[in-house]
């Protein structure tokens, strides 16, 4: 048996954590497994990973290192809990995955999005979610309202508006595999929206593990 693999994407101050932990009820609550976890940092590897990339003591650090850092991350998340929990049979819900990379790393930082996401693929052995659900919000709101910015959260609001636009793009690229919706405006109608689209996955074939 596979299990359901769902993504939350967006920006910063969004809202996806707290998206992901009301699927993740409502799905523990129909009787399924739920995997609630999030890039970077869910394995004791990646949050070694995570303090550094978000540190901002680190603001120095070379763009391709904080690249591959996520990379890292990414692959060790895969193989240590999500592809896991997917043979097992579980609904597995992610706050950021890959996109996020391509995203920031890519459009954000100016690197080869193409080039990032080839490594990206292979740091993942090619795992896909079945849904990537994109809480879009203009990013003067969102980052702009954190009190606190850790070091990506601070790196400039231009960053951010092409890390936005990628998303957008990203999504419009395969609109069968996400679910687009504005962040912020309705915290229990965003939710009830999500369970509508993730509840035919659930009784559907899913998951698209490779060997």
Known sequence: MVGVFIVLEGGDGVGKSTQAKLLAQWLTGRGHE??????????????????IVLDP???????????????????????????????RGAVVVCDRYVDSVLAYQGAGRGLDIDRIEQIARWATADLLPDLTILLDLDPSVGVGGIAEPDRLEGAGLDLHVRARKSFLDLAARDPEHYLVLPARTDKQGIARTIRDRVAPLLSAPAGTLEP
């Open 34 to 51: 739920v995997v609630l976890t999030f890039e970077p940092g869910d394995t004791p590897a990646g949050a070694v990973m995570r303090r």
């Open 57 to 87: 003591a680190t603001r120095d650090l070379a763009e391709r290192t904080e690249t591959l850092l996520y990379l890292a991350d990414k692959a060790q998340h895969v193989a240590q809990v999500v592809r896991p929990a997917l043979e």
